[in-house]
């Protein structure tokens, strides 16, 4: 679904991705695991059309969308979640997720003022959807909360749900793990899990937690500085002595030959 070709980051003198290529299956849970300053989030920056590339190719089904904006990504159900959780604090959790449709009849002046009855028709339809994605998520509890009120985990989950609210065809995880309670964490894995087998979503994430990382992940690519340097199921990237070295702190000796 996502192939990456080459790909460069500069900022100023910092040479943040460096020559990264990988690919991303359809219907696949990857993971992209490497120790800090890795190039990780710069790279899902770039794919997610945050950042542009310095030089480099990144196609979604096989269409060129290297330096699309975001809000054209979203439209061809490319999405991204992010490590602090980006939530409306002072709207609710139903709320938050009814706002995700885009171009929706009530936002346009005509149809709020003439087709009352439109706008109202499928607001109806959009908290149908969210009630569903609340109960999907075990948010429910929490509906009617504001959602800065959430706890961290829960802010993971809403993040989670607002992709469930539109046709995502692949979505990026920004360390959904981070901060977020054992019983939470596992909560959001089964739901990652059961987006992935039962409705198909194609996901990649950045995540520290091995542990979470070998219970969803398969297959599991590793960069340091800037590069990638190994890809294979999380057992084999865990034996493999580069990537121990790089997470050691002594970066790509064996491959720049430093």
């Known amino acids: 679904m996502i192939k990456v070709e080459h790909l460069h980051k500069y900022f100023g003198g910092l040479h943040a991705v460096d020559d ?88 346009n002046l005509i149809d709020a003022w003439f087709r009352p009855n439109k706008v109202i028709a499928e607001e109806n339809i959009i908290r149908g959807k969210a009630n569903e994605v609340i109960d999907f998520l075990q948010l429910s509890h929490v509906a009617d909360e504001y959602a800065g009120n959430l706890s961290g985990g829960q802010k993971k989950l809403l993040e989670l749900g607002r992709t469930m609210m539109v046709d995502a065809k692949i979505v990026f995880l920004d360390e959904v793990g981070a901060g977020v309670n054992r019983t939470l964490l596992n909560t959001i894995g089964d739901a990652i ?20 990382i070998s219970k969803l992940c398969d297959p599991v690519i590793v960069m340091a500085e800037g590069s990638v340097l190994a890809q294979g199921s999380a057992e084999e990237v865990k034996a493999n002595e580069q990537v121990i070295e790089a997470y050691l702190g002594t970066g790509l000796k064996n491959k720049k030959g430093k």
């Not at 899990?193 to 994430?205: A, D, I, P, S």
């Open 20 to 107: 990264a290529s990988l690919e991303i299956a359809t219907g696949s849970i990857t993971g992209l695991i490497g120790p800090n300053g890795a190039g990780k989030t710069t790279l899902f920056n770039i794919i997610a059309g945050v950042h542009k590339p310095s030089s480099g190719k990144v196609f979604l089904d096989g269409e060129d969308i290297t330096g699309f904006p975001p809000h054209d990504l979203f439209q061809r159900g490319l999405l991204r979640t992010f490590q602090i959780a980006h939530e409306f604090s002072s709207l609710t959790v139903r709320e938050n997720l009814m706002m995700v449709p885009g171009n929706q009849s009530g936002e």
């Open 193 to 212: 899990l059961r987006l992935n087998k039962e409705r198909g979503y194609t996901f990649c994430m950045i995540e520290h937690d091995m542990e979470f």
